[in-house]
Every structure is written in C-alpha cells, then in structure tokens.
C-alpha cells in the first residue's frame, strides 16, 4: 500500500507535458497542474487559433488563464525532494508528444494500442479490455491508434460517415445520402473499399510488376557495366600491346638506321684514309724528286745535265685519280631526309587514323543509345522548337508564336539578314539540338519537307538535302523520300497529318514516324552529327500549305 501511495503522489506532483517534476507548478481552471514554463509554451502555441485548452481533459478556456504558482504543490515538491523522492521516469506506456493518447485515460494519459471506428474513441490496452470481453464491442472495428477519428464524423450532421458517393467521390453520413446527395449513385463505405481494394490490388500488382521489371532492368545494367568495364579494359591492355609493339618496332628501326649509319661511316672513313695515306705517300715521293729536279737545274755541265734528265714517264700526273672535287663528296643529309620523310608519313596516318580512333571509342553507347520503342518513350525526350525570324524565306509567314509556317502569295516585309534563306521556301530554328530529342510536325495539303541541318550562311541558297550540311525528309501528295547530299531515297510512309522526329545527336541517329492513333516507324538514318542540329521546314505548293511544329502535352 505504501508503494501505490508513494507512486500516486509522484503522479500527483508530475507534470503531463514534460513528465518530470512540477517546477514552479501552476494550476489551471480546470484543476490540472503543470509546470509554468510548460503550459506557457503549450498556449503559445494554441495563440494562433485563440483558443486555450487543457492538455488532459481538452477543455477550453477563453480567455487565456491568468497562470499564478501554486504554493502549496511547489511547498509539496520541495518536500518530497528532501526526502529523496523522484518523479518516476516516463515509461513507455505513458503517451509522450508524438503518441495517440488514451480518450478514457484521466490524468496523465496512457498511450492508446488500439482506436475504434464506430466508437471514434483511441483506448489504452487496459480501457480496450472491454472491447473483447462485451460482445455488442467485439463487433466493432478497430484500428492502429489514429488522431484522424474526427475526419470520420460529417461536419454537417455530426454523424459517423459510413457511405460514400461515387458521384462526388467522397465519403458521407446516411443524413446526406438522403439530402444534399440524393439521387447520386451511393454505396456503403464497406463496398466501396472493396471497389478501391481490387483497384488498389490490381495497381499494386502493375506497380510491383513494374518493380521487378526495374530490378532486371538493373541487373541487366550492372551487366552491361560489368562489360563496358571488361570491354574497356581489353581495349587499352590490347591498345597497350600494339603501341608497344609499334614502338619497339620504331625502336628495332631507329637502332637499324643507326648501326647503318655507323657502319657506312666506319667504312667510308677507312676508305678516305686508305687514299689519303697514299696520297701522302705520293706527296713524299714527288717532294723527292722535286728535290733532285732541283738540283738537276742547277748543274753547269750541259751533258751531266742531258745525261741524267729524267724520262717523260716520271714527270706524268697522280696515278691514283685526278683532283678531288668536295662538291662532289655524298654524305649522310639524304638518310636525314628519309628519316623526316618517315616520320611526316607516320605523322599523317596517325592523325588520320586518330580521328577515326576517337570516334569509335566516342561512338560507344551501350543501352543508353537505344531508341525509344514507344510513343511514351519517345516524349521522355520532347524539346520545343520555335522557329527563327532571321532565317525565314520572305515568301513565307510565321504565327503561334513561331510555331507555324504558311507559303504566302505576296513577299513578306522582313529585314535583311545573312541567314535568310532566298532561292527556297524554307526556315531553321532557332534552338540548336544535341543529346537526344523528339518532335513533332503538323503538315498541311501540300508538300513539305522536315529537315535538320547545320546552321551554315554557305548553304542559305541551296535547298534542304542538297548539301552535305542537312538531312531532308520529303512528304508529298504520292510519294516520300529521304534526301541527304544531293541524293534521294525513297520510302513507303502512311497516310497521316503529323509526323514525328527522334534525334541521338551522339549516336548519329535520325528516326522518322507517322503519328496517329499508333506510332508507325517509317524511316532511320545513321550519320555522324559533327556541330549542333538546327529543325528546318521547306514547302512546297500550293500557297496556303502549313507546317506547324506541335507542342506536345
């Protein structure tokens, strides 16, 4: 008995709000307790909806209560605290802020386990007891605790709403079933759930359905970087190989050339030395006899003279060559011009074949390049295009807002401009394209071509299709065709007022489409897109035709 006391004055000197000890206690009109600072911020808060109310029993108070200390449990609390008492921690059955409380709960609230939908009542575990012992409360429905029990009462009858019209989609109470819904289709809030659980149950099944196609769809991506990764990594250890094997070939032939050269070096320098010791050897020799010469000239006695004058034979020239000619001399400047020459060959078939290596590494684009297969696919990508002023033919009109072109029978009055087109009834965008997008075209009567070109002043007298700069696709009254570098080609289109255009900038592909009730795929193009992509119109007769790129919803 002594412990129940002990614990009901702990309640009684506890506040509800932070579940601690009364500081500064203040009792309210209503007779609950709490600390000052506590039901303070707890009013503040209710300032905005001017109504003050207690946080135990709800009742409301207006105006907001004068709050003075209660002496006496401040005087209580002291006490206790001298005698070592504490206030109880909060268990986890009490209801914090966060919780539904208890509705029968007096005091300080319990947390409520179960909320009953035909009593509108939240019950602690020991106020739901009766809820299984009763049997007219067996009956009753219950819930996981829920604040939102008064969204189930009508607010203009004040009764539990248990019907629902599916005329107005919204649930009702049976007073407005006869009243302000009369006549609509009604059904009873049971059998409409259980409408909306196969609509739930069939949507939950397309949603998870979908979930797992997502998860093989990301399988099927981790696989793909798995490859790419692999893929990559085969193509630089092998890129590797074969650099490695040029460069020790270039290596093999630079220490080729090298030893070459040593060697015809060592043996034409052993060459010149060999002539030139005899050379030196024949400078000796005539030295010698210019000496005896010399001195045959200065004998006095005529026939000494003719007696010891040499034959013709000793006076002749060298008898290994005549003079050298160092013009004539051939020395290794021709092997330095081959090598050069060597080396601007290669210098060209790398920067050519370069080109064409960096485009395939740039060209890979695994799933991510994969065309859209249907028409909501394809909308992912929808960009809006207007159409430039600048480069409009002054036979042709524009309107909404430089969506649509009209072929006029009298010249339009615009200014002069570079990039206006003269000699043909056509007009660019003004936004330029990359990446992926898709657009549509609205065509009229007559004849019209949809373009993407590049935006180039060079080509502002030549027709769409007739240049390398712009890929032209031809509708006309019994035929259609694809026209790109002056060359056409024809294909089977069907019979429909609009026509859509998908753009992978990166992948160089152009896919054309008859839009209607189905998609219908008409034409693809593979090309290498070098700049950004301008959307081009050109018309044919008669005057009146229009093309009018659509904004799509």
Same mark, same amino acid.
């Given at each position: 008995m002594a412990d129940k006391g002990v614990q009901l004055d702990l309640d009684t000197i506890s506040c509800s709000i932070c579940l601690d000890l009364l500081k500064d206690p203040v009792t309210i009109p209503c007779g609950h307790s709490y600390c000052m600072n506590c039901i303070k911020t707890h009013w503040d808060k209710e300032d905005e909806n001017q109504t003050h109310s207690c946080p135990q029993c709800r009742q409301s108070f207006t105006p907001r209560p004068v709050l003075v200390k209660n002496t006496m449990l401040a005087v209580l609390v002291e006490e206790l605290k001298k005698t070592g008492l504490q206030a109880a921690p909060a268990d986890l059955c009490y209801a914090g802020a966060e919780d539904v409380a208890c509705d029968v709960c007096t005091g300080r609230k319990l947390k409520a386990v179960k909320s009953c939908l035909v009593c509108l009542i939240s019950y602690c575990?020991?106020?739901?007891?009766?809820?299984?012992?009763?049997?007219?409360?067996?009956?009753?429905?219950?819930?996981?605790?829920?604040?939102?029990?008064h969204e189930n009462i009508c607010s203009r009858h004040d009764e539990v709403m248990k019907m629902f019209c599916r005329t107005d989609q919204q649930c009702i109470c049976y007073l407005c079933s006869v009243d302000e819904h009369k006549g609509h289709d009604t059904v009873s809030a049971a059998a409409a759930r259980t409408e909306r659980q196969r609509e739930l149950e069939v949507s939950r099944q397309n949603i998870q359905q979908r979930i797992q196609d997502r998860e093989e769809d990301v399988k099927v991506l981790q696989q793909e970087v798995e490859a790419i990764n692999g893929s990559a990594d085969k193509a630089v250890e092998d890129s590797e190989k074969i650099f490695t094997e040029l460069i020790r070939l270039m290596e093999k032939r630079r220490s080729d050339v090298k030893q070459q050269v040593r060697s015809q070096q060592e043996t034409e320098v052993s060459r010149v030395k060999e002539l030139q010791e005899k050379l030196e050897q024949e400078i000796t020799e005539l030295k010698r006899k210019d000496a005896e010469l010399k001195k045959l000239s200065h004998t006095e006695d005529h026939n000494q003279f003719l007696h010891n004058y040499p034959s013709p034979s000793c006076l002749t020239g060298s008898k290994y060559f005549s003079k050298i000619n160092p013009n004539c001399l051939k020395y290794f400047e021709d092997v330095t011009a081959a090598v050069s020459e060597v080396r601007n060959k290669l210098e060209d078939v790398l920067r050519e074949t370069w080109t064409n290596i960096s485009l395939k590494v740039t060209k890979v684009d695994v799933l991510l390049s994969q065309e859209p297969m249907t028409r909501a696919g394809l909308l992912e990508y929808k960009c809006k295009i207007t159409l430039d002023p600048n480069t409009v033919n002054t036979c042709l009109s524009l309107s909404k807002e430089n969506r649509e072109v009209t072929f006029m029978n009298t010249e339009q009055s615009y200014s002069s401009h570079p990039d206006r087109f003269t000699n043909n009834l056509q007009v660019l965008s003004r936004e330029s394209l990359t990446g992926r997008c898709y657009w549509e075209v609205e065509k009229g009567q007559g004849g019209v071509s949809v373009v993407v070109a590049y935006k180039d002043s060079d080509t502002v007298n030549e027709r769409f299709g007739d240049n390398t700069k712009s890929w032209a696709f031809g509708f006309y009254k019994n035929r259609s065709e694809y026209r790109h570098n002056n060359q056409t080609t024809p294909f089977n289109a069907t019979q429909s007022s609009r026509v859509g255009m998908y753009l992978d900038?990166?992948?160089?592909?152009?896919?054309?489409?008859?839009?209607?009730?189905?998609?219908?795929?008409?034409?693809?193009?593979? $090309?290498?897109?070098?700049?950004?992509?301008?959307?081009?119109?050109?018309?044919?007769?008669?005057?009146?035709?229009? $093309?009018?790129?659509?904004?799509?919803e």
């Open positions: 575990e020991k106020h739901l007891q009766p809820h299984f012992d009763v049997a007219q409360l067996k009956k009753h429905k219950l819930v996981e605790p829920s604040e939102k029990l900038h990166s992948a160089g592909r152009l896919s054309f489409y008859s839009v209607s009730d189905t998609m219908t795929h008409l034409f693809r193009v593979q $090309a290498t897109f070098t700049q950004p992509l301008h959307v081009g119109l050109l018309l044919y007769g008669p005057v009146g035709n229009t $093309a009018e790129l659509c904004e799509i």
